[in-house]
């Protein structure tokens, strides 16, 4: 009999927001909405530490795009308004 530790023995995991894939959080990366004047701004928690909401997101530039059409960090994050994701961008490449 055999039996698959890898698969019993894993990371927490979590969906990217984009593709709706399930993957280890240690391979997506945390989103945070942060309030800067009457903008908000969408900033990539490197570290997790960051409190509030988090959406997940793979590094990858696709992904972002799916979750922009789908209007998936305005849900995820529960905003009220839209979401500048210039940052998030120069970061996903
Ligand atoms: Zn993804």
């Given at each position: 009999?055999?039996?698959?530790?890898?698969?019993?023995?894993?990371?927490?995991?979590?969906?990217?927001?984009?593709?709706?894939r399930?993957?280890?959080r240690?391979d997506?990366l945390?989103?945070?909405?942060?309030?800067?004047?009457?903008?908000?701004?969408?900033?990539?928690?490197?570290?997790?530490?960051?409190?509030?909401?988090?959406a997940w997101?793979?590094?990858?530039?696709g992904?972002?795009d799916?979750?922009e059409?789908?209007?998936?960090?305005?849900?995820?994050l529960?905003?009220?308004?839209?979401?500048?994701?210039?940052?998030?961008?120069?970061?996903?490449?």
């Amino acid at each position: 009999m055999v039996i698959d530790l890898s698969t019993t023995h894993r990371a927490p995991v979590r969906t990217c927001v984009g593709c709706r894939r399930r993957e280890s959080r240690v391979d997506l990366l945390r989103v945070v909405a942060v309030e800067e004047g009457d903008r908000l701004v969408a900033v990539p928690d490197v570290r997790s530490r960051l409190p509030g909401r988090g959406a997940w997101l793979h590094r990858c530039p696709g992904c972002l795009d799916l979750a922009e059409r789908r209007l998936a960090f305005t849900r995820a994050l529960r905003l009220r308004g839209p979401l500048d994701l210039a940052l998030l961008r120069r970061v996903i490449t």
